[in-house]
């Protein structure tokens, strides 16, 4: 089944305990991308990745930190987690960054819901 | 303010009823332009991409106004399973890779 899998899907942690949320995609997608939704902020872009080794910043990078070693797998981490990064995380992929005039598709997975006390 | 804006809602819907609402964006050059339904804070799920021509999916039509700067979504002979949270977004002209999301439009469709 095609899809995007997320992991872990809930997590509680405290300030400044590094944590890492997995990504991965098995679709050979090569556009992926990280999101955190906040009530009445909607989805807000925290860093992309057109294709392995490569990736950007979004609109809210600070305090966090990705990689693309491999096509499928698109880690988010958290280096020094604050509260202030408590949120729900989607990560998204597509088949491409770009198609003709526009953006593809994006795949979401299905969520991590984070906690930092 | 925001650069890509729409308007919170609810909007209350009888069953079998029309609605339609907008969202708004702020760059001029934006190209890429997607309607995503979210139900429940569960990941959101493309609903249509909207062309400049427009384009219709069954009970789902989607417009691009570029001169005025927003696109719409019409959903026409509403269904309870039409009640959600739909987004737009935007993908940005001068980079690709970058997505803007509003902060989604809820609609309740009543019996």
């Known amino acids: 089944e095609a899809q995007v899998t997320q992991n872990p899907r809930y997590l509680i942690t405290v300030t400044g305990k590094k944590l890492t949320v997995t990504c991965s995609q098995n679709?050979?997608?090569?556009?992926m991308s990280w999101y955190r939704q906040d009530p009445g902020l909607g989805l807000r872009q925290i860093y992309y990745s057109m294709n392995v080794e490569v990736t950007d910043k979004g609109d809210v990078p600070e305090g966090y930190k990705v990689s693309r070693k491999e096509k499928r797998n698109f880690p988010l981490i958290l280096e020094s987690p604050s509260p202030n990064q408590t949120s729900l995380y989607f990560c998204a992929s597509s088949l491409k960054f770009a198609r003709l005039a526009g953006g593809d598709e994006q795949f979401f997975g299905p969520g991590t819901r984070l906690t930092v006390l | 303010r925001k650069e890509v804006e729409q308007d919170p809602g609810p909007f209350n819907v009888p069953e079998g009823a029309t609605v339609a609402f907008n969202c708004t964006y702020s760059n001029s050059a934006s190209q890429s332009f997607f309607w995503y339904r979210q139900d429940c804070r569960k990941e959101p799920k493309l609903l249509m991409s909207?062309?400049?021509s427009g384009n219709e999916d069954g009970r789902f039509t989607a417009q691009l106004n570029r001169a005025s700067q927003y696109i719409s979504l019409l959903i026409r002979d509403s269904k309870l399973s039409d009640s959600a949270t739909y987004l737009c977004?935007?993908?940005?002209?001068?980079?690709?890779?970058?997505?803007?999301f509003g902060a989604g439009t809820q609609v309740v469709v009543t019996p």
């Open positions: 977004a935007v993908n940005k002209a001068d980079s690709w890779g970058k997505f803007q």
């Open positions: 679709m050979n997608h090569e556009y």
């Open positions: 909207v062309y400049s």
